[in-house]
């Protein structure tokens, strides 16, 4: 059982709940988004691995740990009615220790963006700048239903994509590379439309505007569908046009199973969400890494 007492008293936050604060389970779709992007861009890895790594490492547990921890810290009011047990409104984060550690993991996502030359660093304090926008009043863009999932969307899959294949071609990346970046970045608006139905009844309470909240599950759901879909029937489009079709055969197979998986979800979105969420989304970042090796064909 829980020491309540120890738990009110705490001066220290628990080195468990820092780890939670930051959730590793989020940091996988910006490096995966990163990995893509170094393949897309065409240039070869060899003696560049440590680039890599440290580009893979600022995407995921630094920058996106930073930006969970931010939003943590301005979500605690709502945690405390959805998640209670979350680091900070259960105290085992205590005091302002929240704020500490985001605004300490803003510096250091700073500094380590440095070492990744103009093209990572300008991307870092983008990202840093859109953390801190999302979350925090007075503009707290999580408000919104439209454009906070859209600028999550762009830092999630975006953002990083465009990071890795400017790192190593040490420029900007070619069109078709920031066009199928774009393209995934605005189906991720989808993801994470689905993934705010957790946070239902207190972004309700809280006056959090999000598509669960303004159009009710069933049709903030299936909006969430669509946007998920047609940005990847464009990338097929475009991979036939660009005379790679099978690349284009490969993802439209993993799009006929996302629409099946979608089906599943409208039959119960808010039961069924977390489901699609470890299938669906699984087979949309395959699809990223298909696009990534056609990119890499083309250029």
Same mark, same amino acid.
């Given at each position: 059982?829980?020491?309540?007492?120890?738990?009110?008293?705490?001066?220290?936050?628990?080195?468990?709940?820092?780890?939670?604060?930051?959730?590793?389970v989020?940091w996988?779709?910006?490096?995966?988004?990163?990995?893509?992007?170094?393949?897309?861009?065409?240039?070869?890895?060899?003696?560049?691995?440590?680039?890599?790594?440290?580009g893979v490492?600022?995407?995921?547990?630094i920058?996106?740990?930073?930006?969970?921890?931010?939003?943590?810290?301005?979500?605690?009011?709502?945690?405390?009615?959805?998640?209670?047990?979350?680091?900070?409104?259960?105290?085992?984060?205590?005091?302002?220790?929240?704020?500490?550690?985001?605004?300490a993991?803003? !510096?250091?996502? @700073?500094i &380590? $963006? /440095?070492q990744?030359? #103009?093209?990572?660093?300008? =991307?870092?304090?983008?990202?840093?700048? *859109?953390?801190?926008?999302?979350?925090?009043?007075?503009?707290?863009?999580?408000?919104?239903?439209?454009?906070?999932?859209?600028?999550?969307?762009?830092?999630?899959?975006?953002?990083?994509?465009?990071?890795? !294949?400017?790192? @190593?071609? &040490? $420029? /900007?990346?070619?069109? #078709?590379?920031?066009?199928? =970046?774009g393209?995934?970045?605005?189906? *991720?608006?989808?993801i994470?439309?689905?993934?705010?139905?957790?946070?239902?009844?207190?972004?309700?309470?809280?006056?959090?505007?999000?598509?669960?909240?303004?159009?009710?599950?069933?049709?903030?759901?299936?909006?969430a569908?669509?946007?998920?879909?047609?940005?990847?029937?464009?990338?097929?489009?475009?991979?036939?046009?660009?005379?790679?079709?099978?690349?284009?055969?490969?993802?439209?197979?993993?799009l006929?199973?996302?629409?099946?998986?979608?089906?599943?979800?409208?039959?119960?979105?808010?039961?069924?969400?977390?489901?699609y969420?470890?299938?669906?989304?699984?087979?949309?970042?395959?699809?990223?890494?298909?696009?990534?090796?056609?990119?890499?064909?083309?250029?």
């Amino acid at each position: 059982m829980t020491d309540i007492a120890a738990i009110s008293d705490r001066r220290l936050p628990e080195p468990g709940a820092m780890l939670r604060l930051i959730k590793p389970v989020t940091w996988f779709p910006p490096m995966w988004a990163y990995l893509c992007g170094v393949v897309s861009s065409g240039v070869s890895p060899t003696g560049q691995w440590g680039l890599i790594l440290l580009g893979v490492l600022l995407a995921g547990p630094i920058v996106c740990g930073m930006s969970q921890a931010a939003n943590d810290w301005c979500d605690r009011h709502v945690d405390a009615i959805n998640e209670p047990d979350r680091p900070i409104p259960s105290g085992r984060i205590p005091g302002k220790w929240g704020l500490w550690i985001a605004l300490a993991m803003s !510096a250091l996502s @700073l500094i &380590v $963006g /440095a070492q990744l030359g #103009p093209w990572g660093f300008g =991307a870092t304090v983008f990202g840093v700048l *859109a953390a801190w926008a999302y979350s925090a009043e007075p503009i707290r863009m999580k408000k919104s239903g439209w454009w906070g999932p859209g600028l999550v969307g762009l830092c999630y899959e975006g953002l990083p994509w465009f990071t890795g !294949a400017a790192v @190593l071609s &040490v $420029g /900007a990346p070619g069109w #078709p590379v920031i066009i199928i =970046a774009g393209l995934y970045a605005l189906g *991720a608006h989808g993801i994470m439309t689905l993934n705010d139905f957790k946070a239902l009844e207190g972004d309700r309470q809280m006056g959090v505007n999000s598509l669960p909240v303004t159009l009710g599950p069933e049709r903030a759901a299936r909006v969430a569908c669509w946007v998920m879909a047609l940005p990847q029937l464009a990338v097929i489009g475009l991979l036939v046009i660009w005379d790679k079709p099978l690349f284009a055969l490969a993802i439209s197979a993993l799009l006929a199973a996302q629409l099946w998986a979608m089906r599943v979800l409208l039959s119960d979105p808010k039961a069924r969400a977390p489901w699609y969420n470890a299938t669906g989304v699984a087979m949309y970042v395959t699809s990223m890494m298909i696009a990534a090796i056609a990119l890499r064909s083309l250029l």
